[in-house]
């Protein structure tokens, strides 16, 4: 992808909330693959030219300022020896700045959430004139009530890939699920976030509302375990685009990789459990997840 696809790309990414232009530059700044551009001035006008030019986007003002968006490294962090997943922030220290509001059906066939959808105004002929060149500048443009969206035919394609079906109908609640799983790029949604925080008023809505999204093929799930800030394992999935997949092992793989590997130091690739017992009174975290009092 080619770098101003790769800008629209994160446009379209972040939903119908729109983005803007601090948190499209956080955005480009962890994009993966690596963003080929050094993101500085000259490149930032380059983009924003190519942003006010591109009609596939449009420009609105919101009636409040949004705060940048907080990223943060759902796999960056994991228990030594087993690498067990640790959840890095908890809700209370991480602020979510996309709430959910599910956008009813209407004439336009838009579809999404934003928080401000009919009380946000569209400046694009403010920012666009009819040449397809800048109003107002970058420094003007990056104040945090303006933000861009993509049409919805390219918020869609970024969802769904170029090999499915652009027509594929479905309804707004799944949608809003695609398009939060979207929005979370290669670090993927939790199930039980959804389920906890988003979709929370029935257990069975989440899986009705996942389950055109899994025949469709347009996204991936996978068990995913993760050790809370309380000391607790959560068990739950890990929900991605198809684009975005990546095959992750689970807890008990990388546990059972742990064992294989400390047999192989014996003959027959076999010990007691006396011995594996005695071997795991060094190694704590590892003594606790497996659990070895039950052995």
């Known amino acids: 992808m080619d770098p101003l696809s790769t800008v629209v790309d994160e446009v379209a990414l972040e939903g119908l909330d729109g983005i803007t232009i601090p948190t499209l530059w956080i955005r480009l700044g962890t994009v993966q693959p690596k963003f080929p551009l050094k993101l500085d001035e000259l490149t930032k006008e380059f983009i924003w030219k ?64 934003c928080n401000f959808f009919k009380e946000r105004k569209d400046i694009t002929k403010q920012i666009r004139s009819v040449s397809l060149t800048p109003l107002v500048s970058l420094e003007e443009a990056s104040k945090k009530k303006l933000v861009i969206v993509a049409s919805q035919a390219v918020r869609f394609r970024a969802l769904i890939g170029a090999e499915n079906d652009p027509d594929l109908k479905m309804s707004n609640d799944s949608y809003c699920v695609l398009e939060r799983v979207g929005r979370a790029r290669w670090q993927g949604e939790l199930q039980s976030n959804l389920h906890n925080g988003l979709f929370s008023s029935d257990a069975r809505k989440l899986h009705y509302l996942r389950k055109p999204l899994v025949k469709h093929d347009l996204i991936t799930l996978q068990p995913f375990s993760l050790r809370l800030k309380s000391g607790q394992q959560q068990h739950t999935l890990l929900l991605l685009l198809k684009r975005f997949h990546l095959n992750r092992r689970t807890k008990y793989d990388k546990m059972m990789e742990y064992v294989s590997d400390f047999l192989q130091q014996f003959p027959g690739q076999f010990t007691t459990v006396d011995a594996f017992k005695q071997h795991l009174v060094s190694h704590v975290q590892i003594y606790l997840l497996l659990n070895v009092d039950s052995l």
């Open 50 to 113: 190519s942003l006010v030019n591109n009609r596939d986007l449009r420009f609105y003002e919101l009636p409040q300022e949004r705060p940048d968006v907080q990223l943060f490294n759902r796999f960056g962090e994991n228990d030594s020896d087993i690498g067990l997943e640790t959840q890095l922030s908890s809700a209370d220290d991480y602020k979510d700045i996309y709430s959910l509001h599910v956008i009813p059906e209407n004439k336009d066939g838009i579809q999404g959430s």
